[in-house]
């Protein structure tokens, strides 16, 4: 059964007001934080760490990304209503939500069956409408192309030709970029046919991107 009591509530706004001391700055983005119960999204047995901003273990040698970390690319993706997102990388299925709840219509990749499936169902009992797919994301999703807006949630050794070019002219794409030990974060913004624009916006630590354009484990 998923409860959402007031304490939990009272958690996320706690942790709302430190992820604005830490600098996140959209109110959009603040509200949604706000609104997705993250514990949702947690292995059962470890729930009172939900609201503690920190990253945790999941299924299939995942992390459930810090909230700052969620807020922090969030914002960058800049998403706004009725935006279509690609997300590569369910995980959990938290960062899917905050982006659903911001209004954007959400196509999501995963390679960890097992994560797949969880995320999955815990869409449709939140009843939550995310497209979702198992299988290698660093392809992108090409049937469903052009997308608003890409976001990674795993470490890409280098952002591929063919990801960029499932952005739409206007579109952003975020990803962790570097080694296996610290990426930067990357912003590549799509401004024509054949023109992008890249910046760099700090150092980050993701669990490693897999695939065909990924890290061979």
């Known amino acids: 059964m998923l409860e959402d009591s007031y304490k939990h509530k009272g958690q996320r706004n706690q942790l709302v007001k430190q992820l604005k001391a830490e600098g ?13 119960p993250r514990h949702f999204f947690f292995p059962p047995d470890f729930q009172e ?14 992390t459930i990304s ?7 690319q969030t914002q960058l993706l800049d998403v706004s209503k009725g935006d279509k997102v690609l997300e590569i990388g369910t995980g959990s299925g938290y960062q ?13 990749i995963e390679t960890v ?14 009843g939550l409408e995310i497209f979702s797919q198992y299988g290698d994301g660093s392809n992108g999703w090409t049937e469903k192309a052009p997308f608003d807006k890409i976001i990674l949630t795993a470490a890409a050794p280098t952002i591929n030709n ?11 794409l975020v990803a962790p970029v570097g080694s296996r030990d610290v990426q930067k974060m990357i912003l590549v913004q799509r401004i024509g046919e054949n023109e992008y624009e890249r910046s760099t916006h700090g150092n980050f630590t993701f669990v490693p ?9």
């Open 66 to 72: 810090q909230p700052f970390t969620v807020a922090f």
């Open 209 to 217: 991107l897999t695939g065909s354009h990924g890290w061979k484990i």
């Open 162 to 172: 063919s990801l960029a070019e499932q952005l739409k002219i206007g579109g952003r």
């Open 24 to 36: 996140i700055k959209s109110e959009k983005v603040l509200k949604a934080m706000a609104h997705v």
């Open 49 to 62: 760490k939900a609201y503690d901003n920190i990253a945790f273990p999941i299924d299939g040698g995942q």
């Open 96 to 108: 899917a939500a905050i982006l659903k709840v911001l209004g954007a219509e959400v196509y999501t």
């Open 113 to 126: 069956r097992e994560l797949y499936t969880s995320s999955q169902d815990l869409f449709k009992k939140l």
